[in-house]
Structure formats: structure tokens, C-alpha cells
């Protein structure tokens, strides 16, 4: 089993920055590929931007503004958020993957709990 623990979340200004931190633990070298997913009140979880031994990817909406990371040797993945707009508002929630790599929220194995991002205009 793996537990994520995510962190870094809070209240930012429209055009500010925040990093998300996930956390790792567990039987980690089991994970292939971790993600960033987002829902927003009323809206189904999206596809926000996932790393593995196949690179970065990122959705269109965050393409260009949004870092993904991951330090192995911490065991933390982290999602560096620029320029940020309130439609950017919704719980973030960090997943892992034990192979493959996707964008689908059904192919990951460990999920967060989620932690709340707002941005203000």
C-alpha cells in the first residue's frame, strides 16, 4: 500500500503562485507515474498534470503556468501553480500510479485526501 499526503494549499490573489507538496509513503517503489487532479464544486475531477519515467504532461488549461515535479529521494511529488486564475479554484488531489501512464482518474491505485485551493479575483 501507499499513503499520499498532500500540503501547500490556501487563499492566493488571481496572478499569484502556490506550490502543492504530496508525500509518499509506504511501499513507494511500487509507484510509476504521479498526478495532480483537480475538482471544482459542481464539477467532475480533472486531469491536472502527471510524471513519469515518459516525462511530464500537463492538460491544456494549466500548460505553461503549472510545474510538476517529483524528488525521489523524498519520496514527494510537488505542483509549482504561477500565474494562477480563479477558474483554478477546487481541491487539488495528488495520485500514484503502479504502472502505465495516463490521464485517467480510473488508472490510478493511491489517492490524497485533497487540499483546497481558492484564488481570488
Known amino acids: 500500500q501507499v499513503q499520499l499526503v498532500e500540503s501547500g494549499g490556501g487563499l492566493v490573489q488571481a496572478g499569484g503562485s502556490l506550490r502543492l507538496s504530496c508525500a509518499a509513503s509506504?511501499?513507494?517503489?511500487?509507484?510509476?507515474?504521479m498526478g495532480w487532479f483537480r475538482q471544482a464544486p459542481g464539477k467532475e475531477r480533472e486531469f491536472v498534470a502527471r510524471?513519469?519515467?515518459?516525462?511530464?504532461y500537463y492538460s491544456d488549461s494549466v500548460k505553461g503556468r503549472f510545474t510538476i515535479s517529483r524528488d525521489h529521494l523524498k519520496d514527494t511529488a510537488y505542483l509549482q501553480m504561477n500565474s494562477l486564475k480563479p477558474e483554478d479554484t477546487a481541491v487539488y488531489y495528488c495520485?500514484?500510479?503502479?504502472?502505465?501512464?495516463?490521464?485517467?482518474?480510473?488508472?490510478?491505485?493511491?489517492w490524497g485526501q485533497g487540499t483546497q485551493v481558492t484564488v481570488s479575483s
Open positions: 495520485a500514484a500510479q503502479r504502472s502505465g501512464g495516463s490521464q485517467s482518474a480510473d488508472s490510478y491505485d493511491y
Open positions: 509506504g511501499r513507494t517503489f511500487t509507484i510509476s507515474t
Open positions: 510524471i513519469g519515467w515518459r516525462g511530464t
